[in-house]
């Protein structure tokens, strides 16, 4: 009953109905006062008890907590048997969040488009500036070469999406000296860890690439990087990350395209090339789930994250530490965006040449999943035959 998705394709289609927030919290209240003087007619519902008074005869459109949606559920199958006159749609509050924030002038007329703006700017300012701080601390750099020597911390060292941040998080909860990175940049850098007297660990995901890839639009979107999507409708900012993630196989830090695709490309760019650790030259352990590299002075523990979940004891062992425990952070199914997510995957259509680039002779996809593994992930995924 709960659709989401459509506030992301067209936000202007709320201009139909009258529209009720509901519940008591700062979201409410929050989107309430962005929304003061559009063209929408709001009231607000605390409880339930208020829906007599709002919904009448004209088409509604009520928005729930996202950590309530069990809770109003009766209730709004109630409205869905008594309410034959009239449309009534159901949404989260946070995909109304997510949506306003990305597009929500449209629900303005021009000369009052600037309420909005001004409301929102310091929030988006706000954001920018995390964005920004997230870009640098996901990078290790030459500024960093003090920090490596003193502490040598565990590198949670992957592309994005893979579940670093969740390894990152468990590290510290671990009480383990820890850094997130997506790259490491720079010479100075690279001779401190080729060269330091301690081994080096590091811990690595991978993950089935159209997953990852889609994941990685909400990203980018969320954090307000746009970083190849240009402007435009829902549509077309997803097209746009599509068709350079799987055209040009070069994303964020990744310095060089690659013609098995960003992720699996990602490897050669930061082990192989600064540092000699070629990953594809060892045999990945599909049945396992992860492969254990060394090279020199480093230790490299690769995980597929479709497996993580069954490797607690061997990260333990690895680093030395049976108080690890891995924890799930940064987990796009419980953000605010989790129903529209959910409901893109099963909507969306991979293009065929994304589909070819991974799975046909791509001897990098071969080597972290059998065939038989990548047949049953294509026949989850909406894909272009």
Same mark, same amino acid.
């Given at each position: 009953?709960? !659709?989401?998705?459509? +506030?992301? #394709?067209?936000?202007?289609?709320? @201009?139909?109905? &009258?529209?009720?927030?509901?519940? *008591?919290?700062?979201?409410?209240?929050?989107?309430?006062?962005?929304?003061?003087?559009?063209?929408?007619?709001?009231?607000?519902?605390?409880?339930?008890?208020?829906?007599?008074?709002?919904?009448?005869?004209?088409?509604?459109?009520?928005?729930?907590?996202?950590?309530?949606?069990?809770?109003?559920?009766?209730?709004?199958?109630?409205?869905?048997?008594?309410?034959?006159?009239?449309?009534?749609?159901?949404?989260?509050?946070?995909?109304?969040?997510?949506?306003?924030?990305?597009?929500?002038?449209?629900?303005?007329?021009?000369? !009052?488009?600037?309420? +909005?703006? #001004?409301?929102?700017?310091?929030? @988006?300012?706000? &954001?920018?500036?995390?964005?920004? *701080?997230?870009?640098?601390?996901?990078?290790?750099?030459?500024?960093?070469?003090?920090?490596?020597?003193?502490?040598?911390?565990?590198?949670?060292?992957?592309?994005?999406?893979?579940?670093?941040?969740?390894?990152?998080?468990?590290?510290?909860?671990?009480?383990?000296?820890?850094?997130?990175?997506?790259?490491?940049?720079?010479?100075?850098?690279?001779?401190?860890?080729?060269?330091?007297?301690?081994?080096?660990?590091?811990?690595?995901?991978?993950?089935?690439?159209?997953?990852?890839?889609?994941?990685?639009?909400?990203?980018?979107?969320?954090?307000?990087?746009?970083?190849?999507?240009?402007?435009?409708?829902?549509?077309?900012?997803?097209?746009?990350?599509?068709?350079?993630?799987?055209?040009?196989?070069?994303?964020?830090?990744?310095?060089?395209?690659?013609?098995?695709?960003?992720?699996?490309?990602?490897?050669?760019?930061?082990?192989?090339?600064?540092?000699?650790?070629?990953?594809?030259?060892?045999?990945?352990?599909?049945?396992?789930?992860?492969?254990?590299?060394?090279?020199?002075?480093?230790?490299?523990?690769?995980?597929?994250?479709?497996?993580?979940?069954?490797?607690?004891?061997?990260?333990?062992?690895?680093?030395?530490?049976?108080?690890?425990?891995?924890?799930?952070?940064?987990?796009?199914?419980?953000?605010?965006?989790?129903?529209?997510?959910?409901?893109?995957?099963?909507?969306?259509?991979?293009?065929?040449?994304?589909?070819?680039?991974?799975?046909?002779?791509?001897?990098?996809?071969?080597?972290?999943?059998?065939?038989?593994?990548?047949?049953?992930?294509?026949?989850?995924?909406?894909?272009?035959?």
């Amino acid at each position: 009953m709960i !659709n989401d998705l459509i +506030l992301a #394709e067209n936000l202007t289609e709320l @201009k139909n109905y &009258s529209i009720i927030l509901c519940g *008591e919290n700062p979201l409410t209240q929050k989107l309430s006062n962005w929304l003061e003087g559009s063209e929408l007619e709001i009231a607000i519902a605390p409880d339930k008890s208020y829906f007599d008074e709002w919904i009448a005869d004209n088409n509604t459109w009520l928005f729930v907590p996202n950590d309530a949606q069990s809770e109003w559920e009766n209730i709004l199958n109630e409205l869905d048997k008594t309410s034959e006159e009239i449309q009534i749609r159901v949404s989260t509050l946070g995909a109304l969040h997510y949506a306003v924030t990305l597009s929500g002038g449209a629900l303005f007329t021009d000369e !009052n488009r600037h309420l +909005l703006e #001004e409301k929102i700017y310091d929030e @988006k300012l706000d &954001s920018y500036d995390r964005s920004m *701080e997230y870009m640098t601390f996901v990078v290790l750099s030459d500024a960093d070469v003090d920090e490596m020597k003193e502490k040598n911390p565990v590198l949670a060292h992957g592309t994005a999406k893979v579940g670093t941040t969740s390894i990152f998080d468990s590290l510290l909860a671990a009480g383990i000296n820890a850094r997130h990175l997506h790259a490491i940049i720079g010479d100075k850098i690279i001779e401190t860890i080729k060269t330091m007297p301690e081994r080096v660990k590091i811990i690595s995901g991978v993950r089935e690439p159209l997953s990852r890839d889609l994941s990685l639009f909400f990203q980018s979107e969320s954090s307000y990087n746009r970083y190849v999507v240009s402007q435009g409708n829902f549509e077309q900012r997803l097209q746009n990350m599509m068709t350079n993630l799987y055209k040009n196989g070069k994303f964020l830090f990744n310095e060089k395209p690659s013609p098995y695709g960003l992720e699996f490309g990602w490897f050669d760019n930061e082990f192989k090339d600064k540092f000699g650790l070629d990953i594809y030259e060892t045999p990945f352990d599909k049945e396992k789930g992860y492969t254990i590299y060394h090279k020199d002075n480093i230790d490299l523990f690769l995980y597929r994250l479709e497996d993580l979940n069954k490797l607690e004891n061997e990260l333990q062992d690895f680093l030395g530490c049976p108080e690890f425990k891995i924890l799930h952070t940064n987990n796009a199914a419980e953000k605010n965006i989790a129903n529209i997510y959910k409901e893109l995957k099963q909507k969306y259509v991979f293009p065929k040449a994304q589909v070819q680039l991974y799975y046909e002779e791509n001897e990098r996809m071969d080597y972290f999943y059998t065939k038989e593994e990548q047949e049953a992930f294509l026949r989850k995924l909406n894909v272009e035959l």
